[in-house]
């Protein structure tokens, strides 16, 4: 299945909070008013999606939320947003919030190499072949 094929609008749009119900772009108390921005600005720019799932996944602004850092950085992979893939596979490859799958990692950063993200491409030259 290739990147495009997976792509759901609606899906990304459910994320992003354009409902009521509690996801990673919901506000709850005790949100930052940084936390508060990226929520709101999650809904039509991949980039603080990244950045908001940057957050959940350190605790920084919000409550840390390793399974909505992971829903963030899918999403922004699926959209073609090359950093979103990098944060992806390196959940994968260190198993934080995910389980531990360093093909599926290598595949990932790849793909965020390919769309020119150089952290991603240093990160990649470091994992080891597969079968080594």
Not at 24 to 42: R, Y
Request: glycine share 10%; charged share 25%.
């Amino acid at each position: 299945m290739t990147r495009s094929s997976r792509r759901d609008p609606w899906r990304w749009l459910l994320l992003c909070g354009l409902c009521s119900c509690a996801g990673p772009t919901h506000i709850v108390a005790g949100d930052s008013d940084l936390a508060k921005k990226l929520k709101h600005e999650c809904a039509h720019d991949t980039k603080a999606c990244v950045a908001l799932g940057l957050a959940y996944y350190g605790g920084v602004e919000v409550r840390q939320n390793l399974a909505w850092a992971r829903d963030l950085f899918d999403e922004a992979c699926n959209f073609g947003f090359a950093s979103g893939c990098n944060d992806l596979g390196n959940m994968y490859l260190e198993g934080k919030g995910v389980e531990r799958d360093v093909e599926r990692a290598r595949k990932l950063i790849e793909l965020a190499c390919e769309g020119n993200d150089e952290v991603a491409c240093k990160t990649l030259a470091r994992i080891p072949a597969s079968g080594e």
